[in-house]
């Protein structure tokens, strides 16, 4: 059964500083890999999607990486603004199903 | 402009009595889906539908119901409400598998 990992639960730091948040995942046999954000209160916002035929995906300040061999996924976030801070969640798509297995998401604190 | 709604966004109801989450993309997707969050347990998939007529169980789907009659709608029905079932609902949608995922803003729901 695919298990998804988020570490770490928490992270707090300086606003300019880069951040790494990691994802990893039990079985390899995936489909496709997605980051999301998720504000206090609200919906989810999707961020990047990495298809499994893909090693990387870049939008603005963001990139995303996947290496299915290793099951891991990095979302690397660039001179961090306070504006990021929120929850970040990984979803990983099942290659047998239209399933969506999720971590349980990093909760990033960007300080002034 | 692409969105999923969802109604009602907030509601207090008591065990048993019925009640339905309707949900609504205007993206002409292929796929939805119901997802509840609760803390500590992330997000869980409740139901998915691949297409209209077609859908199917995800994680946690006891004490639910839904339908896929039209290809934008895809409601969510709480045949007799308990206390376990207080949570946060969000709706998704996307074209296809390989797609981005779009997530309503989410209902929250409090089972007296």
């Known amino acids: 059964k695919q298990e998804v990992t988020q570490i770490p639960a928490a992270l707090s730091v300086p606003e300019g500083e880069n951040l790494v948040l990691n994802c990893s995942f039990t079985?390899?046999?995936?489909?496709?890999l997605q980051w999301f954000r998720q504000d206090p209160g609200k919906g989810l916002t999707s961020l990047l999607l990495i298809q499994s035929s893909q090693r990387e995906q870049t939008s603005g300040r963001l990139n995303a990486s996947l290496d299915k061999s290793s099951g891991r996924s990095t979302l690397y976030i660039a001179a961090s603004q306070p504006g990021d801070s929120a929850t970040y969640l990984c979803a990983v798509g099942m290659d047998s199903n239209y399933q969506l297995i999720w971590g349980a998401g990093t909760k990033l604190i960007i300080k002034p | 402009e692409a969105q999923v709604t969802q109604n009602p966004r907030y509601l207090i109801t008591v065990t048993g009595k019925k009640l339905t989450v309707t949900c609504s993309q205007n993206?002409?997707?292929?796929?939805m889906s119901w997802y509840r969050q609760d803390p500590g347990l992330g997000l869980r998939q409740i139901y998915y539908?691949?297409?209209?007529?077609?859908?199917d169980k995800g994680d946690v789907p006891e004490g639910y119901k839904v339908s896929r009659k039209e290809k934008r709608n895809f409601p969510l029905i709480l045949e007799s409400p308990s206390p376990n079932q207080t949570s946060l609902y969000f709706c998704a949608s996307t074209r296809d598998r390989a797609g981005e995922l779009f997530f309503g803003e989410g209902s929250r729901l409090t089972v007296l």
């Open positions: 993206m002409n997707h292929e796929y």
């Open positions: 539908s691949m297409n209209v007529e077609v859908t």
């Open positions: 079985d390899s046999a995936i489909y496709n």
